[in-house]
């Protein structure tokens, strides 16, 4: 039994079955009746110790269409607000017979502590600024879905990289699947060590987009600036931000018409997107909250149905038919 908390986790055959599972998954939700069979009887918990909309909900629809009992719980209003311990709570849900936990909390490498801690597979679902990984394969699922295979696709992630788990997952599962990442952000947005990264930086992001300083650009990605992470000094005023690296109407001149635009959300519109970025028939921002749940399905299924590495359970084409 294995769980997924970083998006190293997952080689490129591991990653590729996960986003080929979700492509069949993803006829489901254009069925009248969503559901299928085969996490019945399954009992999975979303312990979510930090505010969500998209994931956690999603991870709830994407349980609740394979047939498993889903439970949410939230550090608001769970004994985590009268003083409890992480290892406390999570070994009190985990007591109760849990198949699979969803966790999401404020401090990195909460998720593997608690896989360390409880027996069933643990999905990390968010843990800090360090990884958010089902993020990661759904925003490939959406980039495959505009340009086919990734390999060799640029993608330019653009923001708040310091405090970002998607940036570090999506770095890291874009190239397992061979496509290139440069990131763009000021200085002070940038996190000590990203040289190291297998990734292109940079500080300019209109030379990025037109293409100067690096190769032709298939993909955008804003990330959301964290003013929950940040404790002031990372840059001057909102409105220079804008300036400087927000996806204005300009900007979205340089990109070729074609060229994608993905955001995770929440969007802080007129900070690092632009209302008409958003709202341009190049967004893909719903796209991304729809791959969400056929990923997340994918992933349920391949923790709980077979292994991850895609071992036992039945072939998600044989469940997908056999429900019809
Ligand atoms: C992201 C997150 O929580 O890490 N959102 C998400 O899961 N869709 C990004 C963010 O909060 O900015």
Redesign the pocket.
């Given at each position: 039994m294995r769980s997924l908390l970083s998006a190293a986790d997952l080689d490129r055959d591991e990653a590729l079955a996960i986003l080929d599972a979700a492509a069949q998954m993803q006829a489901v939700q254009s069925r009248e009746v969503k559901k299928l069979p085969p996490l019945r009887g399954r009992t999975v918990v979303n312990l979510f110790f930090e505010d969500?909309t998209?994931?956690r909900s999603s991870f709830e629809i994407a349980g609740k269409w394979l047939s498993a009992d889903v439970v949410n719980i939230s550090a608001k209003g769970s004994s985590v607000s009268k003083g409890e311990s992480l290892r406390d709570t999570v070994l009190t849900v985990a007591a109760m017979g849990v198949d699979a936990l969803v966790v999401r909390h404020n401090a990195s490498g909460a998720a593997h502590r608690i896989a360390g801690w409880v027996d069933c597979p643990v999905i990390n679902a968010?843990d800090g600024t360090h990884e958010?990984p089902t993020?990661a394969l759904l925003d490939a699922y959406t980039l495959r879905s505009r340009l086919g295979d990734l390999d060799g696709a640029h993608l330019v992630i653009v923001g708040d990289i310091t405090h970002?788990?998607?940036a570090r997952s999506d770095v890291l599962l874009m190239n397992t699947l061979g496509a290139r990442v440069t990131l763009v952000a000021p200085p002070t947005l940038l996190p000590a060590g990203v040289g190291s990264w297998p990734c292109g930086v940079s500080w300019d992001l209109d030379a990025t987009l037109s293409g100067k300083t690096h190769d032709d650009v298939d993909a955008v990605m804003m990330?959301?600036v964290?003013h929950e992470r940040m404790n002031g000094g990372y840059f001057p005023t909102p409105r220079e931000y804008a300036i400087g690296y927000g996806l204005s109407p300009q900007r979205l001149e340089l990109l070729g018409e074609r060229v994608p635009i993905l955001h995770?959300?929440?969007m802080n519109r007129g900070l690092e997107i632009s209302a008409a970025a958003a709202d341009s028939p190049r967004a893909m921002v719903l796209d991304q909250v729809r791959a969400g749940v056929a990923v997340r399905m994918a992933v349920l299924y391949r923790l709980l149905a077979g292994g991850i590495d895609g071992s036992a359970g039945a072939p998600v084409a044989a469940v997908i038919e056999e429900a019809k």
């Open positions: 969500s998209r994931t968010g958010h993020q970002s788990r998607v990330l959301r964290q995770p959300g929440p």
